[in-house]
């Protein structure tokens, strides 16, 4: 299990670049929201990831907010279990 966390001044063009050296097709992954003042938006998601798309990384076939996640969107990604 390996775990990276965003730093707080990276964009979104780079937040994708680190997820992306990070990750890979097959992973299973948990996704911790970027910590925001309001806890109600914060989130976790676990799941397969299934593509590294422009703009969000696609866990489960599932389209972004039902499933997958902005990289802006993002604080944490634990890679579980490696393909």
Known sequence: MTELT???DADGERAAQLVQEHVEVGDVVEVQSKEWADD???FDVEGTVTGVEPGYLELDDQPVDE???RYDEI???IRVDSK
């Open 6 to 8: 965003i730093p707080p």
């Open 40 to 42: 109600s938006q914060d």
């Open 67 to 69: 499933g997958s996640v």
């Open 75 to 77: 604080h944490t990604v």
